[in-house]
């Protein structure tokens, strides 16, 4: 298994531009997190389907949507691109949506995007 | 709200010296905390979580919810073990499984 697999890996856009990043979980894995990192700071969560559906959202703006595929993949759509939308974006899948599992998640290696 | 607070963004220590990566958390209901590595060009994984009571690659951590704590230890540090380590908490209420309010990474420098 190759684990989470993110495309793209690197881009670039616009301001007010639109972009959609994609995410394929480990096999047998039912819930995706979407995170986003900007330099010198820790992953901050946007999203989390299990599913798929929404089953958490963090303080984003509605600019930023996703969703989940059947067969578990997702996408995250930003639309309106900001300067300050330029960051990693982790994906980042697990097995179960039990309590104790939460915090057990397999990353991807990210999609980075800059916005100028 | 809940936050996660590590106060070093940067650590060295000379290889067989202790290490010990502070990370301190707010949250109002019962805590779940987790220690997350990513070591140069691999992915971020999973370290250590405070529900397991087990000690991974010699790295220990006790939660203290006196103090609000989670703090890393590992008595003799190896080269290897240099790394970016993320204290992270997990929302351990309502439906929002998956979540995880990460600190802001502390670089941990392992010299020989």
């Known amino acids: 298994d190759a684990g989470v697999t993110q495309s793209p890996t690197h881009l670039i856009k616009t301001r007010g531009q639109h972009v959609t990043l994609r995410c394929s979980p480990i096999?047998?894995?039912?819930?995706v997190s979407w995170y986003q990192q900007v330099l010198g700071q820790g992953p901050q969560f946007i999203f989390q389907?299990?599913?798929?559906?929404?089953?958490g959202r963090g303080n984003f703006p509605d600019r930023f949507s996703a969703r989940q595929f059947p067969n578990y993949s997702s996408e995250l759509n930003v639309n309106a691109l900001l300067l300050g939308d330029s960051a990693l974006y982790l994906c980042?899948?697990?097995?179960?949506?039990?309590?104790?599992?939460?915090?057990?998640?397999?990353f991807g290696e990210g999609s980075r995007l800059t916005v100028l | 709200a809940q936050r996660v607070t590590q106060p070093e963004k940067l650590l060295s220590v000379f290889k067989g010296a202790p290490v010990e990566l502070k990370c301190n958390y707010s949250?109002?209901?019962?805590?779940?905390l987790f220690w997350y590595v990513q070591y140069s060009r691999q992915r971020l994984q999973l370290l250590l979580r405070h529900i397991s009571r087990e000690s991974i690659k010699g790295f220990t951590a006790d939660l203290n919810k006196g103090e609000t704590s989670f703090h890393l230890k590992k008595p003799f540090a190896q080269e290897e073990d240099s790394a970016m380590y993320y204290c992270?908490?997990?929302?351990?209420?309502?439906?929002?499984?998956?979540?995880?309010?990460f600190g802001q990474g502390t670089i941990l420098t392992v010299h020989p």
């Open positions: 389907y299990y599913e798929k559906e929404e089953r």
């Open positions: 992270a908490l997990a929302n351990a209420g309502g439906t929002s499984y998956g979540k995880l309010t």
């Open positions: 949250y109002s209901g019962s805590p779940e």
């Open positions: 980042a899948s697990s097995r179960d949506r039990g309590r104790r599992d939460s915090g057990e998640l397999f």
């Open positions: 096999s047998g894995h039912k819930s």
